[in-house]
C-alpha cells in the first residue's frame, strides 16, 4: 500500500519514478563504501573469519532490508524509521546509504527536536562504527576528537540539505495553497456574479413585464364576463389589450438584450436594456390613465435626478401601479414626486379603500421583495402599509444621486 500523498500538485509526493531514483541512490552510495570495504580487506589479504564473512555475506542483504524499511516507512513513522536505519548501519556497511536516504527525509521536515535527537544517534553511530568493525586491521580507529569533527560536519550536511528540500516544498506548497484559495475566491465571486445578475433580470422583468400583463389580464377578464359590454367599449378594451401586449413583447425584447452580446452577429445591431427616466412616469400614468385607472400625478420636483435614480424612482411607480390594480382596482392612486439635489427624492404612491374586490390575477409574491431590493441597492429606505382609511401607501426615499 502506498503511503505518499494522494494530491496530485502536492510538493511531498513522489512519483514511482522518483522512489526509484532515490532508491538507486541510496543502495547505489552503501554498496559503494562497502564495496570500498571489500576491496581494502583483499588488497590487505587479511585472514578470513567469521566476522569478515558475516561482512561479505550478510552485510549486502542488511543493506536491502534497510532500503526496504526507509522506502516503505520514511512517511508514516520518520524517526523511528532513521534511528532503526542508522542502527542497522552500525553493523552493515551497505545501510549507511539508506541512513543517509532516512535522515535528509527526516531533515525535510524542519523539526528543531527531531533534528537535534537525530543528529546525537548519527554521530554516536559515526564514532562506535569503526569500534565495532569486523576488520579492526583495516578500520582501525584514529583520534576520537577528529572522528567527531568528521561525523559532526557529515551529518550536518546532510542535514541541511534535507533541510533546504522541505524549505523548497514549503515555498512550493504555500504558493499551491494560495492558488487554490485565488481559483476558490475567483470561482465564489464568478457565483456570486451570476446569482446577481439572475436576480437583477428577474427583477427587471418582472417590473416591466407585470404592468403590462396586468392590463391584459384586467381588460381580457372584463371581455370574458361582461359580455353585454356595448360595441365601442368592447373595441376600446381589445385595442387597450392588443397595444399592451405588442409593449409587453417590445419590453421584453429589451430587457432580453442584456443577455445579449451587442457585438454578437445576426442584425449588426446591439440590442440595449430599457433605460427609462423619470420624465417617462408622466407616459406610464397616461397610459394606465387609458386603461381606466384614476390616477393623480403630484410633481413637486426641482430638477430632475441623474439616470440611475430616476430610473428606479420609475419602476417605483411602475410596480405601484400594477399592485394599485391587482389589489385595489378601482380605487384611486396618487403619485407624488418631490425633492431636490440637497434633500434627496420622495416618492409616494397612495391608493385609496378598493372600490371591487381584488382582481383575481396571479400574483409572483416578489412584487416588494423587489422593491426593496431595489431600493436598498440605491441607498434609500422604503416604508408601506395600510392607511388608516382602508388604503395603502407606499413611500420611498431616494437620494438625488447614487
Known sequence: MSTEPDDEWSPDRVSRFGLLWRIAVAGLTGYLFWFSVVALFAEQQAPVTAATARLVMIDPLLGLVSLGIVARWRRTHPMATAIGVALISLFSISSSGASIWAAVSVATRRRPRELAILSVVIVAVSLLAPRTSPMPEVFAPGPWWFEAVFAVLATAVNLAVGYAVGSRRAVTRAWIDRARTAEAEQRARVAAAQSGERTRIAREMHDVLAHRISLVALHSGALRYRSDLPEGEREQALDIIHSNAEQALADLREVLGVLRDPTASGDGQGVEPPQPELPDVVRLVDEARAAGERIDLDDHLDDVPSTPTGRTAYRIVQEGLTNARKH????????????????????????????????????????????????????????????????YRLAVWLPWAP
Open 328 to 391: 385595489a382596482p378601482g380605487a384611486r392612486v396618487t403619485v407624488r414626486l418631490t425633492g431636490n439635489p440637497r434633500e434627496g427624492l420622495t416618492l409616494t404612491l397612495t391608493n385609496a379603500r378598493p372600490v371591487a374586490p381584488p382582481a383575481t390575477l396571479p400574483t409572483s409574491g416578489l412584487g416588494l421583495l423587489g422593491l426593496t431590493e431595489r431600493v436598498a441597492l440605491a441607498g434609500g429606505r422604503l416604508e408601506q402599509g395600510v392607511t388608516p382609511g382602508g388604503g
